[in-house]
């Protein structure tokens, strides 16, 4: 998000934080978690003869919302279809994004 930028101009949803207890977040995913690359995921090889690319590493902060919208935990944002591209898994995080 640029900066001086809100939310609502960038198309980005805040999402209010849910409380956790002290038990609990130990098992919260965190930035470590966050695959290497620019994707929220990391790719096995190319796309196969039948056009499907194997992953492995699925970013454990990124949700699928209804309506092709998605949602990222790490930003606690919520995007909507055709505004990020994160319904798509491509990162928007910029955590690790690089090869």
Known sequence: MSKGASATQT??????PVPVSPA????????D?????????????PVDD????PVR??????EPRPGENAY???LKYETEYGRE????????CGVRDHD
Do not use: N, R
């Open 57 to 62: 590493g699925k970013c454990p902060l990124w």
């Open 72 to 74: 990222c935990g790490f």
């Open 50 to 53: 039948e056009g499907i690319m």
């Open 85 to 92: 591209l994160l319904w798509d898994q491509v990162k928007i």
């Open 11 to 16: 198309g980005l949803s805040q999402v209010e």
């Open 33 to 45: 978690d966050i695959p290497t690359g620019f994707y929220c995921y990391q790719s096995l090889s």
């Open 24 to 31: 609990d977040a130990a098992s919260i995913p965190s930035e």
